[in-house]
């Protein structure tokens, strides 16, 4: 069993500056690429940043140049650093994470509970 709890999330001024962080906790042997999605009312659940164990990521076009994520493997902790916001980044943010929670067990993938993230104008 693993657990994602986030933090970080709130509300701020266009312009302004937000941190999320997501720490993976429970029965843990490695972890492969982290995530966050995020969705706003009416829309679909869309990728914003993912980061490989080996830290290499990837942005969503709309978030490039403005959102950094980066990875702390010591602590099994994700995060984004949301720069610029726009009140377009209103939205729920959620973290996951691919799990192997032995040697030899299978590969999981769990979800954090989400994140409220308010951008006003």
């Known amino acids: 069993q693993v657990q994602l709890v986030e933090s970080g999330g709130g509300l701020v001024q266009a312009g302004g500056s937000l941190r999320l962080s997501c720490a993976a906790s429970g029965s843990i042997f490695s972890i492969n690429v982290m995530g966050w999605y995020r969705q706003a009312p009416g829309n679909e659940r869309e990728l914003v940043a993912r980061?490989?164990?080996?830290?290499?990521?990837n942005y969503a076009d709309s978030v490039k140049g403005r959102f950094t994520i980066s990875r702390d493997n010591a602590k099994n902790t994700v995060y984004l650093q949301m720069n610029s916001l726009k009140p377009e980044d209103t939205a729920v943010y959620s973290c996951?994470?691919?799990?192997?929670?032995?040697?030899?067990?299978?590969?999981?993938?769990?979800w954090g509970q989400g994140t409220q993230v308010t951008v006003s104008s």
């Open positions: 980061i490989s164990d080996g830290g290499n990521t």
């Open positions: 996951n994470a691919v799990v192997r929670s032995s040697r030899y067990g299978l590969w999981n993938i769990y």
